[in-house]
């Protein structure tokens, strides 16, 4: 008896992609597109064990919704996905032996697909499985451990993909701090800017649609064109005031990328922290009021903490939006791992495009959830 | 102890209040009570000053409130509101322990107070102490209200429409919870409601008002049998005068002491309508009373009922 | 206590000179930069490794932006050297009309004297190469019909050859660029024998020829492009000089080379030893086999024997 369309939407989903979509790719070079290989043919050499956690994932939609049952998917999932990329990584080490140096062996459309159908499955059922918040974040990150370990074994070194990371191992490095660095230091002016910001709006009606405007207006204006408009103001101030230019403040670089992504993140931080406010039971307020607190006391004892998980929710959006938008600091001379991934378009590489892109997805989802917990922490009591 | 001379609050070009005036003597039990847009409650929040008067005094001790801090005047005052308000991140015994902590007690001293009130309220038998308001029920959420009002030994507590969101039984109970702690603590309250069930039920005196003016005020039984006019008239109810009455009376007023009447006795403190339905069921016109203990105290005569 | 503070000022100092790489600029290093392309880097790369060997401390803007970021950035003292094209002088001094950058040596010495003077920034020896817009036949194709040069490939276009060009859209409309090849050689291409790629940049365009794309067999290129010799293309040869050159020089604001004079013939011979079959041979490096620039720039100049 057919009990979840869910799950056999997602594996009949797996196996329309690993059927008609090429497994992998190999291509004589880095420039040409290779030749696909499909998911039938990787499974010929040595793949046939991941049948397995196959088999339970694509019955998955039949079994009883019970805890036993769920686990097993849980962990056929875990397997499988593993597998498929221990597989992709196998098939990529078999064809370097016969090929030239120069070729290329690339994570194709149906791994992909095959990879997010699964994932998909896990997420589901982790879902089902109604964990804590903090145990959904251990058993996501117990589920991306062996993808990990193979990762960190080099098993996929035949990768295209971990073949570019190798060509630029300091440059990824690099990059992927110098990306959480401008994140962190975007941060720092929108919390002093947004807070303040979202406050006023929320206590002077008058002050509300003003500023959400102009900030909805800063949001309008693409990246280039705001750096455009930074450049000349910042290197004038850096020719006038020397000591600026000396600490790094100037028309390229960081200064105008803080200054731009702030420009950007202050929208979703000021429009929570008023909303926050607003959330704040007015009954609570006249409670408050009426047994002699003042503002302040009204703020910090009361306010703050019942705003809290809304805030919280406002800058996760806002950082993983600002993860985001970082790339686009590569192209202002402030690197991060929009340089990597600027660099892999110019030169027509998907694989280089990949690995500035990757790990910027992996960040925003890893913050998401660990914002999310954080979220359902300050909500505890707060209902 | 609350005097108003002639005191009004406009708003929007209209008098929500109109040269307002009456008193409230300490220890009394004082009830604002009428239709909606009557002002009962803007009346009550011109107290502690949630809401400013635009004309007139309101005298707290003799004192005009608008010469006190604000914060001051109101930790002098215990403030309960309908929904509660409780802090939903604070537990209850943190929620009752807010005004003392304003006013930076001891530790010691804040333990001990909210010990006693959590005993006066009845929360610690039901082992609210440690929940969060959530977790509790709407009588028990009132009931932290009405303790964290007390928790600094205010002066007067201000009440408004505290039990108006309850269903009728937990109203019941909390009245007569709040009757309770009013005869305990002596406390002086200004309660409003737009319940005259509950006025008649609780009041030492009921100030009625209408469009922002006093239309009468007097005792219970004053309303009920002398009303100004015809708006008091019908407010009070013309459709069943006598039984309210008997609502508003305890058994313990007409009591003959000493006789004795067989079958089980009805309690000193029920009402006279609770007796009256006692015997019509009973089929007899007398009823044995008994103390809080269960012991007989007396008989009470369906003729005493009548009596004026 | 004060142990712990130190040590907070000390992590504050490090993250802000993380932040301002410039903060601890004693010696003041030199501050290379590059344009995002594989030949920027390549060249960018070579500057880095030449001035480092040679004792000279930089800063590494590698891949700072392109034109309009790199360009600005120089003028205003944000950086203090990167490689640029000679016949990007045309756009910086508005002379686009000029025939003078479509001469190797006369644009150089034309730009270097015109920057020189107007912005203190002073071009060093270019390479003896020329990366400007080119027409490319895939290799079959070519030998096919025998062409080696435009004047080949205008005859075999207007013979009813089956061309069939991928270009951005820049390549196809801007009048120094196709339009202009189309009016030296006395050929015009359908709009059916044009495939525009939009954004198209020329690794997408020689692929395309190569792989035969939509019947793509000719590519829109740079004359120093990598990808073209590995992917099987033929450069078209220009014989009347239609584009402006675009050679690769070093250029370096005047304070600084006065500063470290040794910059001027370190570079030099490294410069005049990249022709365009070297440059499109390393840039192939990079961009078909991906190894690393820093890696293929440095391999070259211990090859060279420039390093050591």
Known sequence: ?383 | ?308 | MTGDLTRRNLAFATALMALAPNLARAAAPVRVACKPDTEGRLLGDMIIAMLNANGIATVNRLGLGGTKIIRPAILSVESDMYPEYTGNGAFFFHLESDPIWKNAQQGYQKVKALDAEKNQIIWLQPAAADNTWAIAVRKDVADQHHLKTLEDFAGWVNGGGGTKIAASAEFVESPAALPAFEKAYGFKLKGSQILTLAGGNTAATIRAAAEGTSGVNTAMAYGTDGALALLGMVVLQDDKHVQMVYAPAPVIREAVLQANPRIKDLLAPVFASLDTMTLRRLNADIAVKGEDSKQVAETYLKQKGFLK
């Open chain 2, 1 to 308: 102890m609350i005097s108003f001379d002639s005191v009004s609050k406009n708003f929007g070009g209209a008098n929500v209040v109109d040269r307002l005036s009456f008193t409230v003597e300490a220890g009394e039990f004082a009830v604002l009570i009428g239709p909606s847009g009557s002002g009962k409650s803007t009346t009550l929040k011109m107290i502690n000053r949630l809401i400013d008067r635009d004309a007139g005094v309101i005298r707290f001790d003799g004192q005009d409130v608008q010469a006190v801090a604000v914060e001051a005047l109101r930790r002098r005052m215990g403030y309960v509101i309908q929904s509660g308000g409780l802090f939903p991140n604070w537990t209850v015994e943190r929620n009752i322990a807010a005004v003392p902590s304003l006013l930076r007690w001891s530790r010691a001293r804040i333990a001990e107070r909210v010990e006693a009130l959590l005993h006066l309220l009845r929360l610690d038998e039901e082992g609210c102490r440690g929940r969060y308001p959530h977790q509790l029920s709407g009588g028990q959420q009132q009931r932290v209200g009405v303790a964290r009002a007390l928790a600094a030994d205010p002066d007067v507590l201000l009440m408004d429409e505290p039990f108006g969101a309850l269903d009728p039984i937990t109203r019941e109970a909390l009245q007569v919870e709040i009757a309770r702690i009013h005869a305990e603590t002596g406390k002086t309250i200004v309660f409003v409601t737009h319940d005259m069930q509950e006025a008649l039920k609780l009041a030492s005196r009921i100030v009625i008002l209408d469009h922002g003016r006093l239309v009468q005020v007097g005792t219970p039984i004053e309303l009920l049998t002398a009303p100004a006019n015809d708006f008091v008239r019908e407010f009070v109810g013309q459709d069943d005068p006598g039984g309210r009455l008997l609502a508003i009376e305890t058994v313990a007023q007409r009591v003959r002491a000493g006789e004795v009447a067989p079958g089980p006795p009805i309690a000193a403190s029920a009402t006279l309508r609770q007796a009256l339905s006692a015997m019509i069921v009973r089929h007899e016109d007398r009823i044995g009373v008994a103390d809080p203990a269960g012991r007989p105290i007396g008989t009470l005569y369906l003729a005493d009922i009548v009596r004026r």
């Open chain 1, 1 to 383: 008896m057919l009990r979840d369309r869910v799950l056999l939407l997602l594996a009949a989903g797996g196996v329309a992609g690993a059927a008609a979509l090429p497994f992998v790719a190999h291509a004589p070079n880095r420039l040409l597109s290779g030749v696909p290989v499909a998911f039938g043919a990787v499974l010929a050499d040595g793949g046939l064990l991941i049948l397995g956690p196959a088999a339970v994932l694509l019955v998955a939609a039949w079994l009883p919704a019970r805890r036993p049952y769920q686990l097993l998917v849980v962990g056929a999932a875990v397997v499988f996905m593993a597998g498929i990329v221990w597989l992709a990584g196998a098939h990529a080490a078999l064809l370097a032996r016969t090929g030239s140096p120069i070729a290329r062996t690339s994570l194709a459309s149906g791994f992909w697909v095959v990879l997010l159908a699964a994932a998909l499955m896990l997420a589901e059922m982790l879902h089902r499985l109604a964990l804590s918040p903090a145990a959904r974040i251990v058993a996501g990150l117990g589920a991306a451990l062996p993808i990990v370990a193979l990762v960190v074994s080099g098993a996929l070194g035949h990768l295209s993909l971990l073949q570019e990371y190798a060509n630029r191992r300091d440059v990824f490095e690099e990059a992927l701090l110098r990306h959480i660095e401008i994140v962190l230091a975007t941060m720092l002016p929108t919390l002093a800017l947004g807070v303040p910001l979202g406050m006023l709006a929320q206590r002077r009606a008058a002050w509300r649609a003003p500023v959400f405007s102009v900030l909805n207006v800063v949001q309008t204006i693409p990246s280039i064109a705001l750096f455009g408009l930074l450049l000349e103001p910042l290197a004038d101030l850096a020719r006038a005031v020397p000591a600026l230019g000396r600490i790094g403040i100037g028309g390229i670089g960081l200064a105008p990328t803080i200054i731009a992504l702030t420009l950007y993140s202050l929208l979703p931080l000021a429009r929570n922290v008023t909303a926050a406010l607003d959330d704040v039971p007015a009954d609570v307020l006249e409670a408050a009021r009426g047994m002699g607190m003042t503002s302040g006391q009204i703020l910090w004892r009361v306010e703050l903490w019942l705003a809290l998980p809304i805030f919280l929710s406002g800058l996760r959006i806002t950082i993983v939006q600002a993860i985001g938008l970082t790339v686009v600091a590569a192209l202002i001379g402030a690197g991060g791992l929009g340089a990597i991934m600027f660099q892999g378009l110019f030169a027509n590489a998907l694989d280089l495009v990949m690995l500035g892109v990757l790990p910027v997805v992996l960040m925003a989802v890893a913050v998401d959830a660990g914002m999310k917990l954080l979220v359902s922490l300050a909500a505890r009591h707060a209902a």
